[in-house]
């Protein structure tokens, strides 16, 4: 095919197609056709496949039913479409997710005072993740970027991600000064939350802009829409919703601008709870200590978890519980792997007239087949071995070894191998053989951890015969190798993303003890999203991989939040500055999180591993990112701000001394 398409003698034009000069008409042959501008053929869709497979399958099914065999029937368009299914059967559970996201937005932004109430504008801040939602798709789709089931959980976490900016814009708005103007409170909102919520946007495009250059399309295609979603999320907090809070402080300032001469107490808020009862908790000493003790117990589990996690991939895992394709995948892992078929391709035949070259290319052949899992060499199908056999029984032997090549491969019963010999006469009449394929065969006893070690001493083996360039191929190589890559892959893309998460946080917030938190931080929690996962019973595939490139997104939001706040205070007490760097930011951090978990919580009703995966990580990612930003990273801050204050005090005693 790929000959005709250089070809002048033939163009696939429609509705005439030109062969040799002559005009075949192709109108009553193809349905359905595509054409570019220049009447060639873009493409043609055959309407009647599908329906002559659809009608099979029930012939099938019909005749199968009333008997006694277990069957299952399968082909590519039903899988094809039961991973469809899949991929749409999450998306209704999204009206649920913003239900309940709208009916907490209501709840935990409202305010005793109407007219100080953000209820309204907190729902309006939903809508920046839902059109974002709606931009980065629309977007993609238009540039034809694929669109795989992974990418349907992309919703979710928007409106997970992205509520949290909300909060903190919210949060600063209300912690302004309510005499000034609309826009001079603006202003203090912007300057006061701009830079967090820049720094976790940034951080955030980042992050799933470094999974775009995996190898994994899944990972990829999921990566795209993501980091595509987020920026468009930035875009509108930073403009859409900047303009509610600008028309809500305009509303607020007509109704209460003459209600501010009387200074009436203040009731008790979630800011004033955090600041004046949990902060003092904090800095207690025997509280602290205990949170220390807690934080290593939770290393070492978490360090526990990731020692115990397995690599395990297989393609029902892409299918929802009740497919009816789940019985077809456990018999085809579970009976027909147990023997592998390894076809080996040899680029670069042996020189059949040079003995030492013949018996270098057979000692592989000896390797192949010595291996553990070999049944020895009575499974290779090799068809060198019987034409070496063929040769030797001739008692006039000939100084050509490929003179009787052809009268070997029209005996009745090697004819099998002709299509593995790709074979030509060069222009002197002499055969030249160009390359062939030959098949091995092993015993896995359908292991996914002998499979791989299969595959990878198999590719050790050949590389030692690189003259022959020799490659080989089984069965679902594709999703073999994503599970023998995925571990590096794994440590690769999370390194990275740590790496360049502590790189954008340094940017925005150049403080040393800053940076060694966030890295802290970062690391810990990752280690503890991926020790707890294994412990949950989640193992190492493309799937959980994109969670945890997720779950790196939580940390960096909730450590910077922390941070940021903590060291744009002037305060040099370090109780206090915890005090006040609660007070502001902590529940806004508690908000985000909470948000999150309503928008996962719908899809725990899912029936589909991928789905209940992306659940389990966000359940994790939140519980232990609010363990780490309310509690620990406040505590290590403080101790770190303690041992400066001494430093520095010894530092400047030292001259009186003298």
């Known amino acids: 095919m790929d000959g005709l398409q250089v070809n002048p003698n033939f163009r696939f034009t429609f509705p005439c197609m030109e062969v040799f000069g002559m005009k075949v008409n192709l109108e009553n042959n193809l349905g359905g056709v595509e054409e570019y501008r220049n009447g060639t053929v873009k493409a043609h869709f055959n309407g009647r496949e599908g329906e002559v497979i659809a009608d099979l399958g029930n012939y099938i099914q019909r005749r199968l039913h009333n008997t006694s065999f277990m069957h299952v029937f399968m082909n590519t368009d039903l899988f094809n479409e039961d991973i469809r299914k899949n991929m749409s059967g999450s998306l209704p559970y999204f009206a649920i997710s913003v239900v309940l996201v709208t009916l907490f937005i209501l ?160 009731s008790l808020t979630m800011d004033m709870l955090f600041r004046e009862y949990y902060a003092p908790v904090l800095n207690n000493r025997w509280a602290r200590r205990l949170s220390v003790v807690a934080f290593i117990v939770y290393l070492l589990i978490s360090f526990w978890g990731c020692c115990h996690l397995q690599v395990d991939m297989n393609v029902s895992m892409l299918l929802r519980d ?31 007239t040079s003995e030492e070259d013949v018996d270098n290319f057979m000692g592989l052949v000896t390797l192949l087949e010595s291996h553990k ?7 290779s199908l090799l068809w060198l071995k019987d034409y070496l056999r063929f040769i030797e029984i001739d008692t006039v032997r000939s100084a050509d070894p490929y003179e009787r090549f052809e009268e070997f491969l029209n005996m009745f019963q090697y004819q099998t191998y002709a299509p593995d010999i790709r074979w030509y006469k060069n222009e002197s009449g002499k055969i030249v053989i160009g390359r062939f394929q030959f098949q091995s065969y092993y015993n896995t006893s359908g292991h996914w951890s002998k499979m791989t070690d299969l595959l990878k001493q198999l590719r050790v083996q050949i590389k030692k015969y690189d003259k022959y360039d020799v490659s080989i191929f089984i069965p679902d190589n594709a999703m073999w190798d994503l599970v023998i890559g995925c571990p590096d892959n794994t440590i690769q893309t999370v390194g990275i993303g740590i790496f360049c998460m502590i790189f954008m946080s340094a940017f925005f917030i150049p403080n040393y003890d800053s940076i060694f938190w966030v890295s802290l931080t970062l690391a810990s929690m990752d280690l503890g999203v991926i020790g707890f996962l294994s412990l949950w019973g989640v193992t190492l595939n493309p799937v959980s991989v994109i969670n945890i490139i997720m779950s790196l997104d939580f940390p960096v939001e909730y450590a910077t939040h922390i941070c940021h706040c903590y060291y744009k205070l002037e305060e040099s007490n370090a109780d206090e500055k915890i005090k006040l760097t609660l007070g502001k930011v902590g529940w806004s951090i508690l908000q985000g999180g909470l948000t999150a978990l309503a928008a996962a919580l719908p899809l725990g009703l899912v029936r589909s591993y991928m789905i209940r995966i992306f659940f389990r990580t966000i359940v994790l990612v939140v519980s232990i990112g609010m363990l780490h930003a309310l509690l620990w990273l406040p505590i290590f801050l403080a101790v770190t701000a303690r041992r400066e204050a001494v430093r520095t005090g010894v530092q400047k005693q030292k001259p009186k001394a003298r």
């Open 322 to 352: 009740d497919s009816p394709l789940k019985p077809y995948f456990y018999y085809k892992y579970n009976f027909e792997r147990t023997v592998v078929t390894v076809t080996v391709h040899v680029q670069r035949p042996p020189d059949l």
């Open 373 to 379: 899992f070999s049944r020895g060499a009575d499974t």
């Open 107 to 266: 709840v935990s932004t409202g305010d005793r005072n109407p007219v100080r109430s953000k209820s309204l504008e907190g729902a309006l801040g939903s809508l920046c993740s839902i059109m974002a939602v709606i931009s980065a798709f629309g977007l993609l789709c238009y540039l034809d970027v694929p669109f795989n089931p992974l990418v349907s959980v992309t919703p979710f976490m928007a409106l997970a991600i992205g509520m949290d900016d909300t909060f903190l814009t919210i949060n600063a708005w209300q912690q302004t000064d309510p005499r000034l103007t609309p826009k001079e409170r603006l202003q203090k909102t912007i300057s006061e939350s701009a830079s967090a919520v820049t720094v976790t946007s940034l951080t955030d495009i980042a992050l799933f802009s470094i999974g775009t250059m995996t190898d994994t399309l899944a990972i990829k295609g999921f990566s795209i829409y993501t980091a595509v979603t987020m920026a468009f999320d930035f875009l509108y907090q930073i403009t859409f919703f900047a303009g509610v809070i600008l028309l809500s402080g305009e509303r607020e300032y007509r109704n209460q601008k003459n209600l501010f001469s009387k200074h009436s107490p203040p």
